[in-house]
């Protein structure tokens, strides 16, 4: 079956520190690939995606970039702010299974002043 | 800016409760889903529908129910709300083509039966 699998937090940071969250993909197929953000007590927004390998993916400072030889869509951003404490997740999409998305588990971000 | 709104926010009830969440969205997608979201952060789809009168079971099997009869419209009952039925609900939608594949999420109602 399809499964995203990403890394387990909480990740705590410094202000200015440079972020990754590593994700990686099973499917059978070509999925999309995406990163949804969750700010305290809110839904889930989407940050940035990629439809095919190569593919990158920019928003807020965020990228990420679709590799298909390492089956990974890792995020990264060089410089957080504390607006940027929240739960990030990795989800993907196949076209053989609509507009399904399987999540992985989550990743909490905290970044300190 | 995504128009998905779902009420209540926060709902504490009793158990043996009927209760129904409501979910609307103003997008004119056919496409709805429900997830719930544990205490872990993990999301769950429960519930999706393609269109009107369409209503499919998702990857989690639930004890609610939902139906579409609006297309704005994808309401989710429980019919006797127990303590393991706590958690958080959240609604989606999406355009019909698979080429515009992105969800945009509600903000979420967070259940707590006693």
């Known amino acids: 079956g399809n499964s995203v699998t990403q890394m387990e937090g909480p990740v705590t940071l410094s202000e200015e520190a440079f972020l990754t969250i590593n994700c990686t993909y099973t499917?059978?197929?070509?999925?999309?690939l995406f990163w949804y953000v969750q700010y305290p007590g809110e839904g889930l927004q989407l940050l940035l995606k990629?439809?095919?390998?190569?593919d990158k993916g920019s928003n807020k400072g965020f990228e990420a970039t679709y590799r298909k030889e390492t089956t990974s869509f890792h995020l990264e951003k060089g410089s957080v702010q504390v607006s940027d404490s929240a739960v990030y997740f990795c989800?993907?999409?196949?076209?053989?299974?609509?507009?399904?998305?399987?999540f992985g588990g989550g990743t909490r971000v905290l970044v300190k002043p | 800016e995504a128009d998905i709104y779902q009420t209540p926010r926060y709902l504490v009830i009793g158990t043996g409760k009927k209760i129904t969440l409501e979910c609307s969205q103003t997008?004119?997608?056919?496409?709805m889903y429900w997830y719930q979201q544990d205490p872990g952060m993990e999301l769950h789809l429960i519930h999706y529908?393609?269109?009107?009168?369409?209503?499919e079971k998702g990857d989690l099997s639930s004890e609610s129910t939902v139906s579409r009869i609006r297309t704005e419209h994808f309401p989710l009952t429980l019919e006797s709300a127990r303590p393991s039925h706590t958690s958080q609900y959240l609604c989606?939608?999406?355009?019909?083509?698979?080429?515009?594949?992105?969800?945009?999420f509600g903000a979420g109602t967070r259940l707590s039966v006693l």
């Open positions: 989606a939608s999406s355009e019909r083509e698979v080429a515009k594949n992105i969800q945009y």
């Open positions: 499917a059978t197929g070509y999925p999309s």
């Open positions: 990629a439809t095919k390998a190569d």
């Open positions: 989800a993907l999409t196949l076209k053989a299974a609509g507009n399904k998305l399987t």
């Open positions: 997008m004119g997608h056919d496409k």
């Open positions: 529908s393609y269109g009107v009168n369409s209503t």
